[in-house]
């Protein structure tokens, strides 16, 4: 495969960082035991202080590849506030129990949580300006075109790209539409803001559209095929990653 100039930041780790969980071996009421004892250890996947999405990564000692993804929150400010401080990669012990809601995606309500062992970025980089406004722009239309981060819940949750921003979407009932589909396919979503939970904002599958939910361009049709790449910049703000409106990873293109 032949390729042009190449400029970036962040490597391969854009395509193995946020892969969709395949299998999941991971001991949940182990985990439920040590949330409320001696605290559960693990690596900050995301923090973004504007959304206040905060996602943590509990691994299988014994398999890398066997994690679960957590989201935080907490009903203390001074612990909402300390999550702001917390980078991607750090490693961390975070002690609370886990919240009684219907999504799939594990919620822990953190009572404390400390750093174990500080992630030290080879690379310097200024604090990362986002350019999506968030939910502002979500607010200007009932459909938008997104990138796919993850899929979980067989498809009951979505997490996707909006711009250079994370947004979490809950499907209903129309997971025919999601449960296929693959991480970096691009979609077009008709969507209802949730009132609940207000802040991070959370978007729902809007079933009732004539389309609510259109594939544009699928990562397995151009899976294989040769690309090339003219210039692409990627910065890593040191959360989920962050891709330049309209472009997909350079790890997707090198597919």
């Known amino acids: 495969m032949k390729t042009k100039t190449m400029t970036f930041v962040l490597g391969v780790f854009l395509l193995i960082a946020g892969l969709p969980q395949t299998s999941l071996a991971v001991d949940i009421k182990q985990v439920e035991k040590e949330l409320t004892g001696e605290g ?3 690596w900050i996947h995301g923090s973004v202080k504007y959304t206040g999405l905060y996602v943590f990564t509990y691994r299988n000692a014994k398999d890398f590849f066997d994690y679960l993804e957590i989201s ?3 009903d203390k400010q001074a612990i909402r506030e300390k999550f702001a401080s917390f980078n991607r990669h750090d490693k961390v012990r975070i002690k609370g129990s886990f919240l009684q809601n219907p999504s799939p995606q594990k919620h822990v309500n953190v009572e404390s949580i400390e750093i174990v062992k ?3 970025s080879s690379i310097q980089a200024e604090p990362y300006q986002y350019d999506a406004k968030i939910p ?3 607010y200007k239309a009932k459909s938008a075109s997104f990138l796919v981060h993850a899929i979980a ?3 009951r949750i979505l997490v996707l790209e909006y711009r250079d921003a994370v947004v979490p979407v809950f499907v209903n009932k129309r997971t025919d539409l999601s449960q296929d589909l693959q991480r ?3 979609i077009h979503l008709s969507y209802v803001i949730q009132k ?3 802040h991070p904002v959370h978007l729902r599958l809007d079933e009732q559209a004539a389309e609510p939910l259109k594939v544009t361009e699928s990562i397995r049709q151009i899976h294989g095929k040769p690309a090339v790449i003219v210039r692409i910049s990627v910065k890593a703000p040191g959360c989920f990653g962050s891709i330049p409106p309209g472009y997909r990873s350079v790890a997707t293109l090198l597919i």
């Open 72 to 74: 935080l929150t907490s």
């Open 136 to 138: 502002d722009d979500l």
């Open 196 to 198: 609940d939970p207000g």
């Open 40 to 42: 559960v250890v693990g």
């Open 118 to 120: 500080k992630f030290e």
């Open 153 to 155: 819940g067989e498809g």
């Open 184 to 186: 970096n396919d691009m």
